[in-house]
Protein backbone atom coordinates (compact mmCIF):
# COMPACT_ATOMS: atom_id res chain seq x y z
CA UNK A 1 0.00 0.00 0.00
CA UNK A 2 1.43 3.79 -0.67
CA UNK A 3 2.78 5.50 1.64
CA UNK A 4 0.18 9.01 2.94
CA UNK A 5 1.14 11.56 4.71
CA UNK A 6 -2.09 12.25 6.07
CA UNK A 7 -5.00 11.03 7.58
CA UNK A 8 -9.03 12.51 7.22
CA UNK A 9 -10.59 12.96 10.72
CA UNK A 10 -14.20 14.05 10.63
CA UNK A 11 -16.34 14.65 13.38
CA UNK A 12 -19.27 12.14 13.56
CA UNK A 13 -22.01 14.96 12.51
CA UNK A 14 -20.36 15.96 9.37
CA UNK A 15 -19.71 12.23 8.20
CA UNK A 16 -23.41 11.23 6.58
CA UNK A 17 -21.82 12.22 2.95
CA UNK A 18 -19.16 9.92 3.34
CA UNK A 19 -21.19 7.51 4.62
CA UNK A 20 -23.14 7.29 1.76
CA UNK A 21 -19.85 7.46 -0.81
CA UNK A 22 -18.85 4.24 1.11
CA UNK A 23 -21.94 2.62 1.18
CA UNK A 24 -21.67 -0.47 -1.54
CA UNK A 25 -19.24 -3.18 -1.40
CA UNK A 26 -18.17 -1.93 -5.26
CA UNK A 27 -16.98 1.49 -4.45
CA UNK A 28 -15.03 0.01 -0.89
CA UNK A 29 -13.45 -2.05 -3.34
CA UNK A 30 -12.82 0.45 -5.67
CA UNK A 31 -10.86 2.54 -2.83
CA UNK A 32 -9.02 -0.22 -1.55
CA UNK A 33 -7.58 -1.16 -5.56
CA UNK A 34 -6.90 3.36 -5.75
CA UNK A 35 -5.32 3.04 -2.65
CA UNK A 36 -2.86 0.21 -3.35
CA UNK A 37 -1.21 2.39 -6.35
CA UNK A 38 -2.95 5.13 -8.64
CA UNK A 39 -4.98 3.77 -11.57
CA UNK A 40 -6.85 4.63 -14.06
CA UNK A 41 -10.04 4.44 -15.13
CA UNK A 42 -10.28 1.96 -17.87
CA UNK A 43 -8.22 -0.17 -15.70
CA UNK A 44 -11.03 0.25 -13.06
CA UNK A 45 -13.50 -0.72 -15.37
CA UNK A 46 -12.10 -3.38 -16.73
CA UNK A 47 -11.14 -5.44 -13.20
CA UNK A 48 -14.40 -4.73 -11.92
CA UNK A 49 -16.24 -5.69 -14.95
CA UNK A 50 -18.04 -2.55 -15.24
CA UNK A 51 -19.46 -0.24 -18.05
CA UNK A 52 -16.79 2.40 -17.92
CA UNK A 53 -19.77 5.00 -17.71
CA UNK A 54 -20.70 3.07 -14.14
CA UNK A 55 -16.82 3.09 -13.10
CA UNK A 56 -17.08 7.09 -13.90
CA UNK A 57 -20.38 7.30 -11.52
CA UNK A 58 -19.03 5.61 -8.65
CA UNK A 59 -15.42 6.97 -9.06
CA UNK A 60 -16.61 10.33 -9.07
CA UNK A 61 -18.72 9.74 -5.96
CA UNK A 62 -15.45 8.86 -4.15
CA UNK A 63 -13.72 12.19 -5.84
CA UNK A 64 -16.77 14.47 -4.26
CA UNK A 65 -16.43 13.42 -0.75
CA UNK A 66 -12.74 13.95 -0.93
CA UNK A 67 -11.34 10.63 -0.73
CA UNK A 68 -9.36 10.46 -4.06
CA UNK A 69 -8.76 12.76 -6.70
CA UNK A 70 -7.99 12.35 -10.74
CA UNK A 71 -6.13 13.89 -13.03
CA UNK A 72 -5.59 13.90 -16.62
CA UNK A 73 -1.34 12.81 -17.94
CA UNK A 74 -0.60 11.51 -20.91
CA UNK A 75 -0.63 8.30 -22.44
CA UNK A 76 -0.21 6.15 -25.44
CA UNK A 77 -3.49 6.90 -26.95
CA UNK A 78 -3.67 10.54 -25.83
CA UNK A 79 -4.56 11.71 -22.08
CA UNK A 80 -5.92 9.00 -19.65
CA UNK A 81 -7.92 9.89 -16.13
CA UNK A 82 -5.52 8.45 -13.96
CA UNK A 83 -7.01 8.09 -9.55
CA UNK A 84 -5.12 8.70 -6.66
CA UNK A 85 -5.91 7.93 -3.14
CA UNK A 86 -5.74 11.29 -0.91
CA UNK A 87 -5.63 9.71 2.56
CA UNK A 88 -4.19 6.67 4.22
CA UNK A 89 -6.85 6.59 7.29
CA UNK A 90 -10.06 7.53 8.28
CA UNK A 91 -11.32 8.64 11.23
CA UNK A 92 -14.37 9.74 12.99
CA UNK A 93 -14.67 11.28 15.51
CA UNK A 94 -17.47 10.16 17.56
CA UNK A 95 -17.05 12.85 20.62
CA UNK A 96 -19.67 15.52 20.77
CA UNK A 97 -17.65 18.78 19.51
CA UNK A 98 -16.92 21.24 22.54
CA UNK A 99 -18.88 24.22 22.57
CA UNK A 100 -17.52 27.55 22.49
CA UNK A 101 -15.52 28.84 25.07
CA UNK A 102 -17.43 31.12 27.95
CA UNK A 103 -16.26 33.44 30.41
CA UNK A 104 -17.00 31.21 33.19
CA UNK A 105 -15.66 30.98 36.57
CA UNK A 106 -15.20 27.84 38.37
CA UNK A 107 -14.50 28.17 42.57
CA UNK A 108 -14.31 24.95 44.31
CA UNK A 109 -14.94 25.37 48.02
CA UNK A 110 -14.29 22.44 50.83
CA UNK A 111 -17.31 22.35 53.03
CA UNK A 112 -14.88 22.54 56.40
CA UNK A 113 -13.22 25.74 54.94
CA UNK A 114 -16.27 27.68 56.09
CA UNK A 115 -15.24 31.36 57.76
CA UNK A 116 -18.28 31.81 60.11
CA UNK A 117 -20.96 30.08 61.53
CA UNK A 118 -23.63 29.14 64.14
CA UNK A 119 -24.83 25.78 65.15
CA UNK A 120 -26.91 24.15 67.97
CA UNK A 121 -26.72 20.36 68.49
CA UNK A 122 -27.63 17.58 67.27
CA UNK A 123 -24.27 19.15 65.29
CA UNK A 124 -20.90 17.63 64.54
CA UNK A 125 -17.62 17.30 62.11
CA UNK A 126 -15.93 14.41 60.65
CA UNK A 127 -13.08 13.78 58.76
CA UNK A 128 -12.36 11.12 55.65
CA UNK A 129 -10.76 9.28 59.07
CA UNK A 130 -11.99 10.06 62.24
CA UNK A 131 -14.25 12.59 64.26
CA UNK A 132 -13.52 16.07 64.76
CA UNK A 133 -13.98 17.15 67.94
CA UNK A 134 -16.34 15.94 69.92
CA UNK A 135 -20.31 15.25 68.82
CA UNK A 136 -23.26 18.14 69.86
CA UNK A 137 -20.21 20.57 71.21
CA UNK A 138 -21.02 23.38 69.09
CA UNK A 139 -17.01 24.65 69.99
CA UNK A 140 -16.00 21.46 68.14
CA UNK A 141 -16.88 23.92 64.63
CA UNK A 142 -13.85 25.83 65.62
CA UNK A 143 -11.55 22.71 65.95
CA UNK A 144 -8.32 23.73 63.10
CA UNK A 145 -9.15 20.45 61.71
CA UNK A 146 -12.68 21.52 60.48
CA UNK A 147 -10.84 22.25 57.77
CA UNK A 148 -10.41 18.66 57.04
CA UNK A 149 -14.50 17.73 57.59
CA UNK A 150 -16.08 15.64 55.22
CA UNK A 151 -19.21 15.34 56.65
CA UNK A 152 -20.87 18.56 58.95
CA UNK A 153 -24.31 18.45 60.48
CA UNK A 154 -26.53 20.78 63.25
CA UNK A 155 -30.11 21.31 63.54
CA UNK A 156 -30.54 24.87 62.88
CA UNK A 157 -28.23 27.64 62.54
CA UNK A 158 -25.44 28.01 59.26
CA UNK A 159 -22.22 27.71 57.43
CA UNK A 160 -21.02 30.78 55.91
CA UNK A 161 -18.41 30.00 53.26
CA UNK A 162 -16.69 33.52 51.54
CA UNK A 163 -15.46 32.55 47.91
CA UNK A 164 -12.83 34.97 46.06
CA UNK A 165 -14.65 37.42 43.78
CA UNK A 166 -12.85 36.84 40.53
CA UNK A 167 -15.55 38.95 38.36
CA UNK A 168 -13.25 41.15 36.13
CA UNK A 169 -13.61 44.57 36.21
CA UNK A 170 -16.35 45.61 33.90
CA UNK A 171 -17.86 42.33 32.85
CA UNK A 172 -21.28 41.55 33.12
CA UNK A 173 -22.51 38.75 35.15
CA UNK A 174 -24.86 37.01 33.70
CA UNK A 175 -25.61 33.68 36.36
CA UNK A 176 -24.18 32.49 39.49
CA UNK A 177 -24.89 28.62 40.27
CA UNK A 178 -23.99 26.97 44.13
CA UNK A 179 -24.22 23.29 44.12
CA UNK A 180 -23.59 21.62 46.44
CA UNK A 181 -24.60 17.79 48.19
CA UNK A 182 -26.90 18.37 51.24
CA UNK A 183 -29.97 16.33 52.72
CA UNK A 184 -31.96 16.79 56.41
CA UNK A 185 -30.52 16.06 60.00
CA UNK A 186 -32.69 13.05 61.51
CA UNK A 187 -31.35 11.07 64.78
CA UNK A 188 -29.34 8.47 62.60
CA UNK A 189 -31.20 8.84 59.66
CA UNK A 190 -34.75 8.85 58.71
CA UNK A 191 -35.80 8.99 54.58
CA UNK A 192 -39.19 10.83 56.08
CA UNK A 193 -37.36 14.32 57.97
CA UNK A 194 -38.12 17.10 56.17
CA UNK A 195 -36.33 20.29 56.74
CA UNK A 196 -36.57 23.64 54.98
CA UNK A 197 -33.23 24.84 53.71
CA UNK A 198 -31.53 28.06 52.88
CA UNK A 199 -29.61 29.96 50.94
CA UNK A 200 -28.41 33.69 51.28
CA UNK A 201 -25.99 35.59 48.54
CA UNK A 202 -23.86 38.33 50.05
CA UNK A 203 -26.43 38.53 53.14
CA UNK A 204 -29.75 38.56 50.48
CA UNK A 205 -31.88 35.35 50.89
CA UNK A 206 -31.91 33.59 47.73
CA UNK A 207 -34.60 30.44 48.86
CA UNK A 208 -35.27 28.14 50.30
CA UNK A 209 -35.44 23.84 49.28
CA UNK A 210 -37.15 21.50 51.29
CA UNK A 211 -35.32 18.48 51.64
CA UNK A 212 -37.44 15.01 52.12
CA UNK A 213 -35.21 13.09 54.51
CA UNK A 214 -31.63 11.94 56.05
CA UNK A 215 -30.84 9.15 53.85
CA UNK A 216 -29.17 6.07 55.35
CA UNK A 217 -29.58 2.54 55.19
CA UNK A 218 -27.23 2.20 52.49
CA UNK A 219 -23.64 2.55 52.40
CA UNK A 220 -22.73 6.22 50.34
CA UNK A 221 -20.65 5.77 47.34
CA UNK A 222 -17.66 7.36 48.97
CA UNK A 223 -18.50 7.29 52.59
CA UNK A 224 -15.37 5.14 54.48
CA UNK A 225 -16.29 1.80 55.99
CA UNK A 226 -15.40 3.39 59.62
CA UNK A 227 -18.89 5.44 59.41
CA UNK A 228 -21.60 3.28 60.24
CA UNK A 229 -24.43 1.85 58.12
CA UNK A 230 -26.72 3.39 61.14
CA UNK A 231 -25.55 6.80 60.18
CA UNK A 232 -26.53 9.55 57.97
CA UNK A 233 -24.43 7.39 54.38
CA UNK A 234 -25.57 10.51 51.52
CA UNK A 235 -27.50 13.47 50.60
CA UNK A 236 -29.06 14.68 47.28
CA UNK A 237 -26.97 17.14 44.82
CA UNK A 238 -28.46 20.56 44.74
CA UNK A 239 -27.85 23.60 42.79
CA UNK A 240 -29.48 27.26 43.27
CA UNK A 241 -29.04 29.53 40.26
CA UNK A 242 -29.48 33.12 40.41
CA UNK A 243 -29.56 35.63 37.04
CA UNK A 244 -30.92 38.79 35.76
CA UNK A 245 -34.84 36.70 35.83
CA UNK A 246 -34.73 35.54 39.44
CA UNK A 247 -33.75 32.63 41.62
CA UNK A 248 -34.13 29.03 40.72
CA UNK A 249 -33.81 25.71 42.22
CA UNK A 250 -32.52 22.51 39.69
CA UNK A 251 -34.01 24.77 37.12
CA UNK A 252 -37.32 25.74 38.87
CA UNK A 253 -37.92 29.62 39.79
CA UNK A 254 -38.43 29.90 44.14
CA UNK A 255 -37.86 33.94 43.97
CA UNK A 256 -37.75 36.85 42.41
CA UNK A 257 -34.60 37.54 43.82
CA UNK A 258 -31.98 38.93 40.67
CA UNK A 259 -28.37 39.37 40.21
CA UNK A 260 -28.69 43.03 40.63
CA UNK A 261 -30.12 42.55 44.36
CA UNK A 262 -27.30 40.41 45.38
CA UNK A 263 -24.65 42.51 44.23
CA UNK A 264 -21.41 40.75 43.26
CA UNK A 265 -19.45 43.63 41.50
CA UNK A 266 -17.52 45.97 43.63
CA UNK A 267 -16.44 43.26 46.89
CA UNK A 268 -13.64 41.35 46.84
CA UNK A 269 -15.26 38.03 48.19
CA UNK A 270 -19.24 36.61 47.79
CA UNK A 271 -20.55 35.25 50.55
CA UNK A 272 -22.53 32.30 50.24
CA UNK A 273 -24.48 30.94 53.95
CA UNK A 274 -26.42 27.69 53.89
CA UNK A 275 -28.78 27.07 57.12
CA UNK A 276 -31.61 26.08 58.58
CA UNK A 277 -33.99 29.21 59.93
CA UNK A 278 -35.03 28.81 63.50
CA UNK A 279 -38.82 30.00 62.43
CA UNK A 280 -38.96 27.51 59.60
CA UNK A 281 -41.98 25.93 59.24
CA UNK A 282 -39.29 22.59 58.96
CA UNK A 283 -36.88 22.53 61.29
CA UNK A 284 -34.95 19.71 59.93
CA UNK A 285 -31.61 19.97 60.15
CA UNK A 286 -28.61 19.81 57.82
CA UNK A 287 -26.03 17.64 56.68
CA UNK A 288 -23.73 19.06 53.89
CA UNK A 289 -21.37 16.32 52.29
CA UNK A 290 -17.49 16.76 50.76
CA UNK A 291 -16.06 15.37 48.25
CA UNK A 292 -14.63 11.86 50.15
CA UNK A 293 -18.02 11.37 51.50
CA UNK A 294 -21.96 10.84 50.24
CA UNK A 295 -22.59 9.88 46.46
CA UNK A 296 -20.56 13.18 44.87
CA UNK A 297 -16.93 13.66 44.03
CA UNK A 298 -17.42 17.26 44.63
CA UNK A 299 -16.53 20.37 47.13
CA UNK A 300 -19.20 23.06 47.18
CA UNK A 301 -18.82 24.49 43.58
CA UNK A 302 -19.42 28.18 42.85
CA UNK A 303 -19.65 28.94 39.09
CA UNK A 304 -20.12 32.37 37.97
CA UNK A 305 -21.39 33.00 33.77
CA UNK A 306 -20.64 36.76 32.83
CA UNK A 307 -19.80 38.47 29.71
CA UNK A 308 -17.42 41.32 28.96
CA UNK A 309 -18.40 44.81 28.54
CA UNK A 310 -20.01 47.59 30.30
CA UNK A 311 -22.03 46.36 33.41
CA UNK A 312 -25.53 45.97 32.82
CA UNK A 313 -27.48 49.29 33.91
CA UNK A 314 -24.85 51.88 32.54
CA UNK A 315 -24.75 53.12 29.26
Same mark, same amino acid.
Given at each position: ?18 ? !? ?39 ? !? ?18 ? !? ?51 ? &? ?89 ? &? ?50 ? !? ?38
Amino acid at each position: MTEFLSHLTVQLHDSVELA !KALSTELRVAILEEIMKQPINVNEIAIKFDLPPSTAAINIR !KLEEVGLIKTELVPGTRGAQ !KICRAVYGRIIVDIEPPKPEPKNQILLSMPIGHFSDCLVTPTCGLISEHSIIG &EFDLPTSFYEPDRVNAQLIWFKQGYLEYRFPNKIPYGADPATLTLSMEICSEAPMYNPSWPSDITLWVNGVEVGTWTSPGDFGGERGVLTP &EWWGIENTQFGIWKTWKISHEGSFIDGNQISNITLNEVALNGSSSISAKIGV !KSDAVNVGGLNIFGKKMGNYNSDIVMRIDYSNGITRGKN
